[in-house]
């Protein structure tokens, strides 16, 4: 079936529920009140949809560099990464070109646990109003950000139902009747979940809305030593899939007292810079004060025969979020690039004709490609420059580009996206080709992602100085007097005359430069922090 009949198909499938719907004995309770906006809404979709394909055959009209806001929200509609029309406030669809993407992206963060011992769980997505209550913290933090279920047919129910903000009140009261003895520990666990905020800040596709997909993972320990060793290898993990992978460079904080997460004793937090000069929080990793264990009850028998409380540590990548990153930091001008590892489609072959002797080769060459890869043949109607383009603003690695020279001659020509530049090999080499050149690929998007992240940073003595570095779209280091609590005020100066946020300090603790006086106070500086806006 061509692409096209597909549509038909679809278009055919939507008349019949139309029909379908229309046909409902309508009952005098609901009337056609609720039928009547589901009609509407289709037809206006079908609208939009071609108004879609016309403006994305157009590519990127927006210069990432002079006004990124709207190149992010152009390469998110016109590559079909999310579609903000759905009719709740604040929830999405995301669509085929980024779950692509952001399964692969699961599939190697869930890998990397699954190697250094955490098993999977899948938990209800309900927690009862009085788990979320055990930790005044926890629920303080959060209660603002839950949607609750109060109602379930026509009863209402006798307990409030939270939507999972996050779970560690789900996972703590189940280890409560799991965890007997040191010989349990480290427990080490994680579920793949949706989690369901109710963000009042503007919505926006991938970085904030108030449904996510993520990874949460939580352990228990013997000992806060222990704890603490968990810390480090969350970070070694987010360091091999986030920067090695994904190719996203970023610094892990220690947030300062006043930044924790709610209930936590201690919490890191990697940030991402966005080429707007804003940072993005991405995977956090949270030492949780022993609250939780207490109000939950989690303890163990130890060694020495003695009842202890555990310690626990939680670590929650995004996915979805890390989306975003992947769209802003990589992409360009042109659209999107996909690091070739999590790229939804990694190869594209583009027959310059749809004739049948070059589809007959397209074909041949798909057969042996996706042996080591995922590939797709372009058959549509669009001109071969069309093709072209639409490729490159969907950011495939590498697009072959097939004609009847090449096949005469038996070579190919291969465009790949992170130099944009045109190789030509033989054709019998193509499988090694894509081998090694995906290697060095991914590792041409890190190089240069990194190098723009490096240059970003820059030290700063003084407000008027932070601003300035702020204003260029950089991040500041400057000498701080203090990340604890009496720090705060010096914090608060900051965020007011720059409008920036203090991130934290680097786990290994930096000694003060320079002056060594708090670019806020004067007073004499104990730490080094990075000052940046936030998303
Ligand atoms: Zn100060």
């Known amino acids: 079936m061509t692409k096209k009949d597909q549509t038909k198909e679809l278009d055919k499938g939507i008349e019949k529920i139309i029909t379908d719907i229309e046909k409902t004995p309508k009952n005098p309770e609901s009337k056609n009140k609720k039928i009547q906006p589901i009609i509407k809404i289709i037809n206006i979709n079908k609208e939009d949809r071609e108004k879609t394909e016309i403006e994305a055959l157009k590519g990127i009209s927006v210069k990432k560099n002079e006004n990124f806001s709207e190149w992010y929200t152009e390469v998110i509609q016109k590559n079909e990464l999310a579609d903000i029309r759905y009719n709740v406030k604040g929830f999405v669809v995301f669509q085929p070109w980024s779950v692509l993407c952001m399964e692969k992206m699961f599939g190697f963060l869930e890998n990397a646990l699954q190697r250094k011992g955490h098993k999977p769980y899948w938990f209800p997505t309900v927690i009862p109003e009085k788990n979320f209550k055990i930790e005044s913290e926890h629920v303080k933090g959060f209660a603002p950000e839950v949607f609750w279920i109060t109602e379930a047919g026509d009863d209402k129910l006798e307990e409030k139902l939270a939507l999972r903000p996050t779970s560690e009140t789900a996972f703590y009261q189940m ?94 937090a990697a940030d991402v810079l966005n080429p707007d000069g804003r940072v993005v929080q991405q995977p956090s990793t949270h030492l949780l004060s022993q609250e939780f264990s207490k109000g939950f009850n989690v303890k163990f028998k130890d060694k020495d025969e ?171 280091r400057i000498n701080f007097c203090s990340v604890a609590k009496d720090g705060a005020s010096c914090a608060e100066i900051i965020e007011k005359q720059v409008g920036a946020t203090i991130r934290g300090t680097k786990l290994e603790r930096e000694e003060p430069f320079g002056s060594k006086k708090c670019a806020a106070c004067g007073k004499l500086a104990k730490e080094v922090v990075y000052v940046a806006r936030q998303y």
């Open 175 to 268: 280890w409560s009747l799991w965890i007997r003895s040191h010989k349990d520990l480290p427990f080490k666990t994680y579920q793949r979940a949706n989690v369901f905020r109710y963000e009042t800040k503007a919505t926006r596709p991938f970085l904030r809305s108030r449904e996510f997909h993520w990874i949460e993972a939580h352990c228990a320990h013997a000992t806060k030593e222990d704890a603490m060793k968990q810390i480090s290898e969350d970070m070694h993990t987010t360091k091999e899939v986030l920067h090695d992978i994904f190719g996203l460079p970023f610094i892990f904080f220690e947030r300062p007292a006043w930044d924790k997460f709610a209930g936590a004793e201690r919490t890191f």
């Open 306 to 476: 003695k009842e202890k409380y555990v310690w626990i540590t939680c670590y929650g990548p995004a996915v979805s979020r890390i989306m975003a990153s992947i769209v802003s930091v990589h992409g360009d001008d042109k659209g999107i690039r996909f690091p070739f590892k999590i790229a939804p489609i990694q190869v594209v072959i583009v027959p310059i004709r749809n004739d049948p002797h070059i589809l007959h080769k397209a074909e041949e060459l798909k057969q042996s490609i996706q042996n080591i890869a995922s590939v797709e043949i372009d058959k549509t109607e669009k001109s071969a420059g069309e093709k072209f383009n639409y490729w490159e603003m969907k950011g495939i690695p590498f697009r072959i580009d097939l004609g009847p020279r090449d096949i005469e001659n038996k070579k190919l020509t291969i465009f790949r996206r992170d130099l944009d530049v045109k190789d030509v090999i033989d054709e019998k080499n193509i499988l090694e080709y894509i081998k090694e050149t995906s290697e060095q690929y991914d590792k041409n998007l890190i190089k240069e992602a990194d190098k723009l992240f490096d240059s970003k940073i820059k030290d700063a003595s003084n407000i008027h100085e932070i601003k300035k570095i702020i204003e260029a779209g950089s991040i500041a």
